[in-house]
């Protein structure tokens, strides 16, 4: 299956679901609340759409481990900055909004003014946006360990 028939099938998957769950409330603008201490309620925080994408789909967990890495290392370094994307296709652009959530942080892809192409904004908004710490347990091994899916090596 190449790139183009993953983006066909995730662009139908984009109009059938609504990613962003309007109808619960995100973790972090629960007031008092108790932010996830386990790789399983870390997982759990994910969309129920997006967590049955994660089950159901091979995926590349190369590039979901990458898309981690490289949000948690910004988020380490600037926890109040907006980190912003670029992505090639829809399927990582899903990817990208799973692990935002899994990470507890704010996502948001839009289209760009002019030109035919999406940008994803993610931000912190744990307290005041001050602070990041990533869960104990990578998204992509939590998945890989409990068999969910049967990610493809890249």
């Known amino acids: 299956m190449s790139f183009d028939d ?11 679901y ?5 109808h ?3 973790p972090s603008t629960v007031a008092g609340r108790k932010f996830a ?9 994910i969309n129920r759409n997006l967590r049955t994408f994660l089950r159901h789909n091979r995926f590349p967990a190369g590039e979901l481990q990458h898309l981690e890495e490289e949000l948690v290392a910004f988020f380490l370094e600037w926890p109040s900055s907006v980190y912003i994307a670029q992505l090639p296709d829809g399927y990582r652009r899903l990817m990208l909004h799973a692990v935002s959530q899994y990470l507890d942080l704010d996502a948001r892809s839009f ?8 940008q994803t904004h993610v931000e912190n908004n744990r307290g005041n946006g001050d602070s990041f710490s990533p869960p104990p ?8 360990d409990k068999k969910f899916a049967c990610p493809v090596l890249v």
């Open 6 to 16: 993953v983006d066909r099938e995730v662009s139908e998957f984009e109009n059938v």
């Open 18 to 22: 609504d990613i962003t769950d309007t």
């Open 24 to 26: 619960t409330p995100q």
């Open 37 to 45: 201490q386990t790789a399983s309620e870390c997982f759990n925080r």
């Open 111 to 118: 289209d760009v003014p002019g030109c035919q192409k999406r």
């Open 137 to 144: 347990t990578p998204l992509a091994t939590y998945i890989h």
